[in-house]
């Protein structure tokens, strides 16, 4: 009887890269842990989008007209949906606590992004690991781990995905929180087209 082969599993180099969620999780605590112990609601992420989030439905998360604000700044996806969450699925005492942490992930996400987009160009594990971070130790932790600055991180993001080698997964669920979720992102469409019909290649394509 033929023995069944199943594909090996690098634990490391398929669970979503922990060489580099490791060392952000520490930096990121370690520089400012008052802000993971103590969250808060900062400007906008409050008086807009959490006020939005109560006053309104689900639903109203996908339509910029019912946010009562022109600018298109405002039409943030991923901050709406976490808002959401925050003031009507969990305790609104948790509402911070929610933010941050959903800030953090998109940090986490971010350098993910950049290391897996850099490696080919440097082919030196650790340096991109440190370029990976270096968002978070060049930016303060105020701007970081905030819901409205996810579309300023996104834009950055996106910057390393239209120089990536090869696209993935992650790299397009990235793509479509960081279009949907800030104007900035979405100045960069048009060179990811660009890109995809001087490449043509299958992954972009998609």
């Not at 999780?25 to 370690?30: G, M, N, P, Q, V």
């Not at 594990?125 to 905030?146: G, N, Q, V």
């Not at 100045?187 to 998609?206: G, M, R, S, Y």
């Amino acid at each position: 009887m033929a023995r069944l082969k199943l594909p090996k599993f690098n634990f490391f180099k398929n669970f979503y890269y922990l060489e580099i969620i490791f060392p952000v999780l520490i930096l990121s605590f370690f520089r400012e842990p008052l802000y993971f112990f103590k969250p808060r609601i900062w400007a906008e992420d409050g008086t807009i989008y959490l006020k939005n989030a109560i006053d309104n439905s689900f639903w109203n998360i996908f339509d910029p007209i019912n946010t009562g604000l022109s600018e298109i700044n405002y039409y943030s996806f991923y901050t709406n949906f976490i808002s959401h969450l925050s003031a009507n699925i969990f305790p609104i005492s948790y509402a911070a606590h929610i933010n941050t942490y959903a800030s953090f992930f998109f940090q986490i996400l971010t350098s993910i992004v950049i290391y897996k987009s850099i490696f080919h160009l440097f082919k030196n594990k650790y340096l991109c690991i440190f370029l990976a971070l270096s968002p978070i130790f060049l930016s303060s932790p105020e701007i970081w781990l905030t819901l409205i600055s996810v579309q300023f991180w996104g834009t950055t993001g996106l910057i390393f995905i239209l120089n990536a080698e090869k696209q993935s997964i992650l790299n397009l669920i990235y793509s479509f929180l960081a279009f949907f979720t800030g104007s900035g992102s979405l100045f960069i469409l048009p060179f990811f087209l660009l890109k995809v019909i001087k490449d043509k290649k299958n992954d972009l394509v998609l």
